[in-house]
T-cell receptor, first 113, second 118 residues
Framework: AQSVTQLGSHVSVSEGALVLLRCNYS??????LFWYVQYPNQGLQLLLKYTSAATLVKGINGFEAEFKKSETSFHLTKPSAHMSDAAEYFC???????????FGQGTRLTINP | GAVVSQHPSRVICKSGTSVKIECRSL??????MFWYRQFPKKSLMLMATSNEGSKATYEQGVEKDKFLINHASLTLSTLTVTSAHPEDSSFYIC??????????????FGPGTRLTVL
């Protein structure tokens, strides 16, 4: 079985500061990992994905994430937060050939001016 | 990229009525679609997998007679909430996988439907 744990249901940072959203996974097979962003009353938009290629993955809007097998982690970072980054972020896991996604609990990111 | 639409985006209904929500893949065919439910400030809970031309597969604890799913074509899946009650009020999101390239299916999500049952 696969699972995802996002540490911190709410993260608050100042505009211009580093953003770090934590995600740890559990999987008995090599995982595929995703980060999604959700703005209020909207669906999910893919930020970036890891599918067993490069362990450092760059996504949209300046976000990136690093797959660390030894730590079973896939933390999301952005060097400098922007007010428009305020949203809900979800980490998700699946496996090769599968279609179902297993989501973490989500982390609400707040940006302080 | 692939686009998934949902209709309606928002619906308010009286208790006891049924509500149908449509999920369409606009520029690709989807033999499988997924339906999620999201409570306020909570994560997405997978309700069921919609399979074109066959019965849907429901997750444990989801009432199949309450949440009827029909996947009649390769671009349309519908979720009908039957005899809706206030506790069914939620945000419902669908997704469809599309093999963009390579060896994995990327999920494309609809914009969601906000259901309020009075």
């Amino acid at each position: 079985a696969q699972s995802v744990t996002q540490l911190g249901s709410h993260v608050s940072v100042s505009e211009g500061a580093l953003v770090l959203l934590r995600c740890n996974y559990s999987s008995s097979v090599p995982p595929y990992l995703f980060w999604y962003v959700q703005y209020p009353n909207q669906g999910l938009q893919l930020l970036l994905k890891y599918t067993s290629a490069a362990t450092l993955v760059k996504g949209i809007n300046g976000f990136e994430a690093e797959f660390k097998k030894s730590e079973t982690s896939f933390h999301l970072t952005k060097p400098s937060a922007h007010m428009s980054d305020a949203a809900e972020y979800f980490c998700a896991v699946t496996k090769q050939g599968a279609q179902k996604l297993v989501f973490g609990q989500g982390t609400r990111l707040t940006i302080n001016p | 990229g692939a686009v998934v639409s949902q209709h309606p985006s928002r619906v308010i209904c009286k208790s006891g009525t049924s509500v149908k929500i449509e999920c369409r893949s606009l520029d690709f065919q989807a033999t499988t679609m997924f339906w999620y439910r999201q409570f306020p400030k909570k994560s997405l809970m997978l309700m069921a997998t919609s399979n074109e031309g066959s019965k849907a597969t429901y997750e444990q604890g989801v009432e199949k007679d309450k949440f009827l799913i029909n996947h009649a074509s390769l671009t349309l899946s519908t979720l009908t909430v039957t005899s809706a009650h206030p506790e069914d009020s939620s945000f419902y999101i669908c997704s469809a996988p599309w093999r963009a390239g390579g060896h994995y299916n990327e999920q494309f999500f609809g914009p969601g439907t906000r259901l309020t049952v009075l």
